[in-house]
């Protein structure tokens, strides 16, 4: 993950540099700021990347003579299909949108959004893609 930190510690930098820059040439205060919280985002992946990558030791993409066959294998689970992020999203913009039109608005939109990211984070936790569980107990009761 060094590549990867680098690239954002010097987008990072680069954005507060120019911030500075920005920020003395049009005395804007909104663009200064929004360029001043970008560079912040963008440390913050880098320091997220950087402490990754000090867990999980060396990558066959950070070594130079590494070979393409060396990065085959499982790189983890990603869900093939899933309704979830279209009630989530529809909720967080209720939500927004409540900011706007009317406080009661926003409530329901936040009860709405709790109740689907709850249904976006466990949904392989229940129905057709559970994992059965096996109890010590079940080869005793199967004989």
Not at 52 to 70: A, L, Q, S
Not at 77 to 96: G, N, R
Not at 103 to 132: D, K, M, N, Q
Request: hydrophobic share 45%; aromatic share 14%.
């Amino acid at each position: 993950m060094k590549v990867e930190g680098r690239l954002f510690l010097g987008i990072g930098v680069f954005l507060w540099i120019v911030s500075i820059i920005y920020g003395d040439l049009t005395r804007e205060f909104a663009g200064t700021t929004a360029l001043v919280l970008c560079g912040g985002l963008c440390m913050l992946i880098a320091l997220y990347l950087f402490s990754t990558g000090r867990r999980m030791g060396v990558r066959p993409e950070d070594d130079p003579n590494g070979e393409i066959d060396e990065g085959a294998g499982e790189y983890g689970f990603f869900s093939p299909h899933s309704w979830w992020p279209l009630p989530v999203a529809l909720s967080a913009a209720i939500t927004f949108f409540g900011l706007v039109f009317g406080l009661w608005i926003s409530l329901l939109g936040a009860v709405l959004l709790l109740a689907s990211t709850f249904g976006l984070v466990f949904e392989y936790y229940r129905g057709y893609h559970t994992t059965p569980v096996v109890s010590s107990t079940d080869h005793i009761s199967s004989h």
